[in-house]
């Protein structure tokens, strides 16, 4: 019973060792070199941080496609500010966080106060924002910012470890700080698990996801930041698609698409997964289109064990 029990809460963390061992196999041991380790730390930070914003949102039972065209529009209004306007670079960095956070408080209008789905809502955003990134660009891509920008992608402390995934782990920290020693992180749970319920007991339902969503925007806002660094370029199509990792990494991690379960330590083993799953296929040279074929597979695997997982519980 004990070791029945083991396999079924680390169930995740067992998926992502055996992948290791796949791809060091299969690479001849290029994997797992400590090169490619910092490699794919550095890649996957960018969409870690954009994982935590989701996790709150899909707790909820809600969806948040509008975080890869924020994640796109910050690309590109931090650097028009930085090359453009001549704003200093931590000014420019803070606008751009706030309007990433006050793009999440306009999906929350929608869903909120308008009573638009989550779906619906967030995918106007998406198109809109999106839009809008192209329009101040103009289709071109924006560098010539300053070095010292490369802080928040590119550098490295004490010259090994990224300062993205050191990033990437505060975030986290933060993220399961709120859902485990925080009210606001119960309420999270209430509402993906009953909402009439939740508002029944005194919880400004509304009000949370006020929250949420802003939590939503900012975190793909600082996402946005990383990816920028890293690139040394705004583009105006940097972040499209880059939804479907994030959620495909929260869902794999555990997070009920129904709402109300799920955990940050199983969202974090869900993005090393995707992560390593990427890494590995590049270093295999599969091609881009049949990565999105297994991502494609991976996603709708964990949703129906998910779905599955619903119905023994139900009964």
């Not at 071109?140 to 990437?168: H, K, N, Q, V, Y």
């Not at 705004?234 to 959620?247: C, H, M």
């Not at 964990?302 to 023994?312: N, Q």
């Amino acid at each position: 019973m004990l070791n029945a029990n083991f396999l079924k809460q680390n169930a995740i963390w067992l998926v992502f060792i055996a992948e290791i061992i796949i791809f060091a196999i299969a690479s001849d041991g290029t994997f797992i070199t400590g090169r490619n380790i910092i490699n794919i730390s550095r890649q996957v930070s960018y969409y870690g941080i954009a994982a935590i914003g989701m996790t709150f949102v899909i707790l909820i039972a809600d969806i948040d496609l509008s975080i890869g065209s924020i994640i796109t529009l910050v690309n590109v209004v931090c650097a028009w500010l930085m090359v453009a306007a001549g704003v200093n670079m931590w000014v420019a960095v803070a606008i751009s966080l706030i309007m990433a956070t006050g793009i999440g408080l306009i999906n929350a209008v929608m869903v909120a106060a308008v009573g638009i789905p989550a779906l619906i809502a967030t995918f106007a955003s998406q198109t809109v924002f999106e839009g809008v990134a192209y329009l101040i660009s103009g289709g071109r891509p924006i560098a010539g910012f300053d070095s010292a920008f490369g802080i928040f992608g590119r550098w490295s402390a004490f010259e090994i470890l990224p300062i993205c995934a050191i990033l990437m782990v505060v975030c986290f920290a933060l993220g399961s700080f709120i859902l485990n020693k925080t009210y606001f992180g119960r309420y999270f749970y209430a509402i993906g698990g009953n909402e009439e319920a939740a508002e029944l007991s005194g919880i400004r339902v509304n009000r949370v996801k006020y929250l949420i969503y802003a939590f939503s925007g900012f975190f793909a806002g600082l996402a946005g930041i990383v990816l920028l660094s890293r690139a040394n370029s705004a583009q105006s199509t940097v972040g499209k698609g880059l939804e479907f990792d994030v959620i495909t990494c929260v869902v794999l991690g555990g997070v009920s698409v129904y709402g109300g379960v799920g955990s940050m330590s199983g969202v974090i083993a869900g993005v090393l997964i995707i992560g390593s799953l990427t890494n590995g296929m590049i270093l295999m040279d599969v091609s881009e289109y049949t990565q999105m074929v297994v991502k494609g597979l991976v996603l709708a695997v964990a949703v129906g064990i998910d779905c599955m997982s619903k119905k023994r519980r139900k009964r």
